[in-house]
């Protein structure tokens, strides 16, 4: 049974191939944190007009027809996340609008939202659909993208992308607690190729061994407090000179999933996405959960 008391896990679902396995991660991450499991459907095309007719509704035979689609689309979708998860409690939703704007308001409604890497009618080069992207950017709680089955080992590790003295804190609450969850070390990745830290050792005349000693020490003091709060959490450490983006994706093929913070170190205000959220989000072959 799950704990009403708590915000449920909300899964965006459209009838796709995506969909399905990112129903059955979003059920087990249901199971995991004791929360009902709401699965939701935005159907956009009751909104549809009859062309050239932008002011005349489209006959009500196709408005039910496909209303009717989405139900069984949803039933489909319960059935899938009960076999993932036996007894677990789980409710289906239909809402009229466009899948965006409808997951985004609902992801204050929950604590986690998750979606499928594409939808259909996905075209081959976009890795990640426009939804997950929208939702990742504009949403109110963390957002979890799932491209595929879930293929990992059981004890492959979570990794967290750290880059902020102050910032991350989201990040790594998501990650300490999804680590704990599964039991799994944590794998914690900095780097430092910013123009800050390099024109610091130009300054300073320090070698690259210095600024690497000097980067690691940093990660440790980052992450001892929460190591504190999570005692049970294995931390590993992973410091090197790269670019963020290229070395959280050379940790993910190793992982079951990825946490990174809506945006990075020098994110500017009106960027709602940081690039190396963006890059994850299109290249990671792991699921992704962007947090914030």
Known sequence: MSDSSVKPVIVGIDGSASAVHAVRWAAAEAHRRNARLRIAYADVLSLVYIPDLPGYPLPEPYVKAAQQQGKEWLHRAADNARVEVEGLDVVTELHVGPASSVLIRLSQEAQLMVVGSRGLGGFTGLVAGSVAVALSAHGHCPVAMV??????LPDAPVVVGVDSPT?????????FESAASRGVVLRAVHTWNSLDTDAQWWADGQGWDTV?????????ERLAGWSEKYPDVEVERYV?????????????????????GARGRGGFTGLLLGSTSQQLLQNAPCPVVVAR
């Open 212 to 220: 690497q000693t000097d980067q690691e020490r940093w990660l440790a």
């Open 167 to 175: 910032g991350n804190e989201s990040a790594l609450t998501t990650a």
């Open 240 to 260: 090197s000179h790269d670019k963020p983006a290229k070395a959280l994706l050379q940790h993910a093929q190793v992982a079951q999933l990825v946490v990174v």
């Open 147 to 152: 491209r595929g089955p879930d293929t990992a």
